[in-house]
């Protein structure tokens, strides 16, 4: 399969900072790229889908300002999330694909601790 | 009604016997289908995808798509305990743009 890389795999940050996670495809040029947040022993939750030159589109709930998408070229998407509280400490996921009905690969992940 | 259905299990099943995931999901215009398979702590790893309706299969692996029933299926033959993981269904929805995920069902083998 197609590789997505995802980094950085963990980071630790204070309270009321901000946070980058950068997402690449290595092999493949992915139109779209999906970013998921998943809670212990609970099930993907998608977040935006972010398509190459567009807007995010954010799923119902999920903060736009808070969690900032940017997808400039073809091969990256990044993650920023914002002013960041313990809350929003989670296991975030990228996924990406070339086309709509294409398979999806994800990144390793990025486990965020919130302090 | 969730988009994706899923049972969340655990589904435990002995070592060597089929394992049967099933899914159903809301949108009648999905046209593309995939299970993931996701071990405690990491991402997911595609395992199959499947288009049309039938079966497809794949080593150990079958999938099945009933699109007039909205319902998709994974059948794991030979089951060992390295299947052992949460198995993701997902579809395509949202007017072709969306990737959404089941709540996943956990699979246990035991020998």
């Known amino acids: 399969g197609a590789v997505v890389s995802q980094h950085p795999s963990r980071v630790i940050c204070k309270s009321g900072t901000s946070v980058k996670i950068e997402c690449r495809s290595l092999?493949?040029?992915?139109?779209?790229m999906f970013w998921y947040r998943q809670f212990p022993k609970q099930s993907l939750m998608l977040m935006a889908t972010?398509?190459?030159?567009?807007?995010?589109?954010?799923e119902q709930g999920v903060e736009k300002d808070k969690f900032l998408i940017n997808h400039a070229s073809l091969t990256l998407s990044t993650l920023t999330v914002t002013s960041a509280h313990p809350e929003d400490s989670s296991f975030y996921i990228c996924?990406?694909?070339?086309?709509?009905?294409?398979?999806?690969?994800f990144g390793q992940g990025t486990r965020l601790t919130v302090v | 009604q969730k988009e994706v259905e899923q049972n969340s299990g655990p589904l435990s099943v002995p070592e060597g016997a089929i394992a049967s995931l099933n899914c159903t999901y809301s949108?009648?215009?999905?046209?593309?289908f995939f299970w993931y398979r996701q071990y405690s702590g990491k991402s997911p790893e595609l395992i199959m995808s499947?288009?049309?309706?039938g079966d497809k299969e794949d080593g150990r692996f079958t999938a099945q798509l009933n699109k007039a029933s909205q319902y998709v299926s994974l059948l794991i033959r030979d089951s060992q305990p390295s299947d052992s993981a949460t198995y993701l269904c997902?579809?395509?929805?949202?007017?072709?743009?969306?990737?959404?995920f089941g709540a996943g069902t956990r699979l246990a083998v035991h020998p």
């Open positions: 972010s398509n190459e030159g567009s807007k995010a589109t954010y």
């Open positions: 997902a579809v395509v929805s949202g007017g072709y743009n969306k990737l959404i």
């Open positions: 499947i288009y049309s309706n």
């Open positions: 092999d493949f040029q992915a139109t779209t």
């Open positions: 949108d009648r215009g999905s046209q593309s």
């Open positions: 996924s990406a694909r070339v086309d709509w009905n294409t398979e999806a690969f």
